[in-house]
């Protein structure tokens, strides 16, 4: 899953449109936040610590890599590629109303990569994360029908929590980097305090999908 709620842009704008000059510290450090800890790089680590806790070996890496690729690298490449052919101006494509596409990407990516882990026999706790953040992707997707609800902040919760569930309580410290990816939103205007708390307990639900295994 990739960051869909991002403007492209290095300078803070006013409700005008104009662009303020130059950015403030605060701004600074927001956009850092927000680029660090934007859902491929979370999903990356993230999945390759639920597979390894998963799996309890070293082969869990390779079974967090795939779900890493299909829940975050595939929709982020599928974006370039939309990028390089002029269909969106920015990767983050910032109407809301054109994101459609890219959350049937994802709905399909990590579709196709969790029947690969059913048969391959694949870790009982990835192949259950795999489907939570399935679940948690057709949500966002009805919801951004009719509201901005931050993914960038639903991924970074949805991480912290599956790691909890598979591995250690300890992991919820993690919320951590998620209340910072939920300040970095809305002190850069793309959010408001509602939307990404909306998104990070969308994100925290996902480890619910624990409950049924």
Same mark, same amino acid.
């Given at each position: 899953?990739?960051?869909?709620?991002?403007?492209?842009?290095?300078?803070?704008?006013?409700?005008?449109?104009?662009?303020?000059?130059?950015?403030?510290?605060?701004?600074?450090?927001? &956009?850092?936040?927000?680029?660090?800890?934007?859902?491929?790089?979370?999903?990356?680590?993230?999945?390759?610590?639920?597979?390894?806790?998963?799996?309890?070996?070293?082969?869990?890496?390779?079974?967090?890599?795939?779900?890493?690729?299909?829940?975050?690298?595939?929709?982020?490449?599928?974006?370039?590629?939309? &990028?390089?052919?002029?269909?969106?101006?920015?990767?983050?494509?910032?109407?809301?109303?054109?994101?459609?596409?890219?959350?049937?990407?994802?709905?399909?990516?990590?579709?196709?990569?969790?029947?690969?882990?059913?048969?391959?026999?694949?870790?009982?706790?990835?192949?259950?994360?795999?489907?939570?953040?399935?679940?948690?992707?057709?949500?966002?997707?009805?919801?951004?029908?009719?509201?901005?609800?931050?993914?960038?902040?639903?991924?970074?919760?949805?991480?912290?929590?599956?790691?909890?569930?598979?591995?250690?309580?300890?992991?919820?410290?993690?919320?951590?980097?998620?209340?910072?990816?939920?300040?970095? &939103?809305?002190?850069?205007?793309?959010?408001?305090?509602?939307?990404?708390?909306?998104?990070?307990?969308?994100?925290?639900?996902?480890?619910?999908?624990?409950?049924?295994?």
């Amino acid at each position: 899953m990739t960051s869909t709620d991002t403007p492209d842009t290095t300078a803070a704008t006013d409700t005008t449109g104009t662009t303020d000059a130059p950015a403030s510290p605060d701004h600074a450090t927001a &956009r850092t936040v927000t680029d660090v800890f934007q859902p491929r790089n979370v999903l990356l680590i993230g999945m390759l610590g639920i597979g390894l806790a998963a799996a309890g070996h070293w082969t869990g890496l390779l079974w967090g890599f795939l779900g890493a690729l299909c829940a975050g690298l595939i929709p982020a490449g599928y974006i370039e590629w939309e &990028r390089g052919r002029g269909t969106w101006g920015d990767r983050h494509v910032v109407d809301r109303t054109k994101r459609a596409p890219i959350f049937f990407v994802i709905l399909g990516s990590i579709g196709t990569g969790s029947v690969v882990m059913v048969l391959g026999h694949a870790p009982t706790g990835i192949l259950v994360a795999m489907l939570a953040l399935w679940a948690m992707t057709v949500i966002l997707l009805a919801v951004n029908t009719v509201w901005k609800i931050s993914v960038d902040a639903a991924v970074a919760s949805s991480a912290v929590a599956l790691l909890a569930a598979v591995h250690s309580p300890w992991w919820l410290l993690g919320y951590v980097m998620t209340v910072a990816v939920c300040w970095s &939103r809305v002190a850069l205007g793309y959010h408001t305090v509602m939307q990404t708390v909306a998104g990070a307990s969308l994100g925290a639900a996902t480890a619910g999908a624990f409950l049924l295994v």
